[in-house]
C-alpha cells in the first residue's frame, strides 16, 4: 500500500476523491491529513484511522508518507507543492495554484530540478467516454478532423481542479484527444448567452490537414455542474477520417464508421479520479505510465489564460509560444 498525506479537503472531496480512495484502499492508503478545517480533518483522521498532522512542514516531512496528495491549497499557494519537491516527495494536485505567473514556472523548474513528479489533476483526460473515444481513433475512427464540445461551468465562471480557466479544460482536452498543438484561437459566433471560440491546430507528423475546434462555454446553476464526475465537459462531436463520435457527459459514447454503428454506456468503467489515482500511484511506484506533469498543465492553463484574452478583446491569439517566459518541457 502506498502511504499518502492529504493536505486540504476541497469541494471534490466528498463526491470525487473519497469514493475513488475507498476503492482503491488496497493499493492506497491515507496516513496523515492536514486541514485548516480542524472538524473536517478529525472527522477524516478517524475515518480513515490516520494521524492529524498540526502543521504543512510535519504532514509533509512525516516519514510515513510516501507521497503527497493536494485537493485544496487554500492560502498556502504554491508552498505545498515547494516543500514536497525540496523533500523529493512525489505530488498530486487537484487545486489550481492561481492565475499564470513566473512563480509558477519557478515551481515547474525546481520540480525538473529536484526530479520530483508533479501531476495535476486534469481528469477530464482519463473520463471513461474520452478512453474509449482516444481507442476508437487508434482504431476505427482515424485522425480527428473537427471538433466541437461544449463545457460547463457554474456562476464563478470557474471550474474545481488545477485547470480553473474552462477555456484551458476544453482546448486541453482537445489536444489530448488530437495528439497536435494549438496555434491559433479567435472569437467565433454562439447561441445567445453562450461564449464560443474555435481553435486551430497545426498539421498532423504525416502533413494531412489540421484539426479545427469550436468550443462553447455553457452557464450552468452550480448545482448542475458535471464537474463532479471528473470532467465539465457536457458533450462533444468528432469528426474523424473515418466516422464520427459523439460524447455525452463522462460515460456515454456514440460512433458511426463505414458499416458500424453503436451507442455505449460506459458507466461500469472507473472513474476519472479512481483511474488517475491509480496511474498516479504507479508512476510513484516506478511504472512506466504517461501522465502530464505540471509544466506541461502550465502550458495548457496559460493556453487557457490566452483563450479568455481573445474572447475579451474580440482578435485572434496566437498559441504556438509561451508569453511569460517560463520553462516548460
Request: glycine fraction near 10%.
Amino acid at each position: 500500500m502506498l502511504p499518502l498525506g492529504l493536505i486540504g479537503l476541497g469541494p471534490q472531496w466528498q463526491c470525487l476523491y473519497k469514493p475513488a480512495l475507498q476503492r482503491l484502499r488496497p493499493r492506497l492508503g491515507i496516513r496523515a491529513v492536514f486541514t485548516p478545517i480542524a472538524t473536517q480533518a478529525q472527522a477524516c483522521c478517524q475515518e480513515w484511522e490516520c494521524e492529524l498532522q498540526e502543521s504543512l512542514r510535519s504532514l509533509i516531512e512525516c516519514h510515513d508518507v510516501q507521497a503527497i496528495v493536494i485537493l485544496d491549497t487554500g492560502w498556502f499557494s504554491t508552498i505545498p507543492v515547494e516543500f514536497s519537491c525540496r523533500l523529493g516527495k512525489p505530488v498530486f494536485l487537484a487545486d489550481s495554484l492561481g492565475t499564470l505567473s513566473p512563480e509558477l514556472g519557478s515551481v515547474a523548474a525546481l520540480a525538473e530540478e529536484t526530479g520530483t513528479m508533479v501531476i495535476p489533476d486534469l481528469l477530464h483526460r482519463h473520463s471513461p467516454a474520452t478512453t474509449r473515444l482516444r481507442e476508437l481513433l487508434a482504431t476505427r475512427l482515424g485522425k480527428p478532423r473537427a471538433i466541437e464540445c461544449d463545457v460547463a461551468v457554474g456562476p464563478s465562471g470557474r471550474l474545481p481542479g488545477f485547470l480553473a480557466n474552462p477555456w484551458a479544460v476544453a482546448i486541453d482536452w482537445c489536444h489530448a484527444v488530437t495528439g497536435t498543438l494549438p496555434v491559433r484561437v479567435e472569437p467565433a459566433e454562439g447561441l445567445p448567452g453562450q461564449s464560443c471560440l474555435a481553435v486551430q491546430f497545426v498539421p498532423f507528423a504525416d502533413r494531412s490537414l489540421p484539426p479545427l475546434a469550436r468550443l462553447n462555454l455553457i452557464s450552468q446553476a452550480e448545482a448542475a455542474s458535471p464537474a463532479v464526475a471528473g470532467t465539465p465537459l457536457i458533450r462533444a462531436r468528432v469528426v474523424c477520417e473515418r466516422g464520427v463520435a459523439e460524447l455525452q457527459g463522462h460515460d456515454q459514447i456514440s460512433w458511426q464508421s463505414g458499416g458500424t454503428q453503436a451507442d455505449e454506456r460506459l458507466g461500469g468503467e472507473r472513474s476519472a479520479g479512481e483511474l488517475v489515482l491509480d496511474l498516479f500511484a504507479r508512476r510513484v511506484r516506478g511504472g512506466l505510465i504517461p501522465l502530464a506533469e505540471l509544466s506541461l498543465g502550465l502550458r495548457s492553463q496559460e493556453w487557457g489564460e490566452l483563450a479568455q484574452a481573445s474572447l475579451e478583446a474580440g482578435t485572434q491569439r496566437r498559441l504556438d509560444s509561451l508569453s511569460s517566459g517560463m520553462r516548460v518541457r
